[in-house]
């Protein structure tokens, strides 16, 4: 008796194909979390275990061996209160109030570059001035910066490396320490001044550096 009500328990009271809202574009990552997410809404265990059977578009795309992994990430998405989907724009939401915006691209591509602020979150800039001995980088996102690309780890599945891009972008710190990790640099040859990479100390002293223009002209010091 016990396992007869546990196979009811399991088995969907509708077929998966009667609660899938036709409207979505079957082209976007939005259909392809709400397809997974209509087959296994019915299981009583925790884990989302089941592909849907979709015969094109991005799920079709996914190689056989990859797709728990998939259903894994898709799963905490849906059950993220910090994340939200629309189409193939992914929306997070920060754990100190910054709302980050992601486009993804495919399943085998991954995602676009996330636009940032000018200005991190008063409580992360206090954060990294006590991390960095008040450097003033940490106030200060430049340009070149603020449109910020944490591409897919090449050793890994895009749901594995799209996991952790999200973790960063709901615990923020980590993505303003990225982008305020420079320092302003002068050509001690030419004058002109431009970002460089990594932040230097003492913050409080002008770096100098020989620029790209005048490298080759340079003379030769010790």
């Known amino acids: 008796m016990k396992e007869k009500e546990e196979k009811i328990e399991n088995e969907p009271l509708l077929s998966s194909w009667d609660l899938v809202d036709w409207n979505?574009?079957?082209e976007t990552f939005e259909w392809f979390l709400h397809l997974c997410e209509v087959n296994n809404r019915h299981l009583a265990e925790d884990?989302?275990?089941?592909?849907p059977d979709?015969?094109?578009?991005?799920?079709?795309?996914?190689?056989i061996e990859h797709r728990q992994s998939w259903l894994n990430l898709l799963q905490f998405i849906h059950e993220s209160d910090q994340i939200s989907v629309c189409?193939?724009?992914?929306?997070?939401?920060?754990?100190?109030?910054s709302v980050f915006f992601l486009e993804f691209l495919g399943v085998t591509i991954g995602w676009g570059n996330i636009s940032l602020s000018e200005n991190p979150p008063d409580s992360v800039v206090k954060i990294l001035l006590e991390q960095y001995d008040n450097h003033p980088s940490c106030k200060i996102v430049p340009g070149h910066l603020q449109s910020l690309?944490?591409?897919?780890?090449?050793?890994?599945i895009v749901s594995t490396s799209l996991f952790s891009v999200l973790m960063m972008l709901i615990h923020e710190v980590n993505v303003w320490d990225i982008a305020t990790d420079y320092h302003w640099a002068v050509c001690k040859w030419c004058g002109d001044s431009d970002f460089g990479s990594g932040r230097k100390t003492p913050h409080?002293?002008?770096?100098?550096?020989?620029?790209?223009?005048?490298?080759?002209?340079?003379?030769?010091?010790?």
Not at 47 to 51: A, G, K, R
Not at 87 to 97: A, F, P
């Open 24 to 26: 979505l574009d079957f």
């Open 47 to 51: 884990q989302w275990v089941i592909w």
């Open 54 to 63: 979709w015969p094109s578009d991005m799920p079709e795309e996914v190689e």
């Open 87 to 97: 189409q193939n724009l992914v929306r997070v939401n920060g754990n100190h109030g």
């Open 149 to 156: 690309c944490l591409e897919p780890n090449s050793s890994e």
């Open 204 to 222: 409080n002293v002008m770096h100098r550096i020989v620029c790209y223009s005048c490298r080759n002209d340079a003379p030769l010091t010790n």
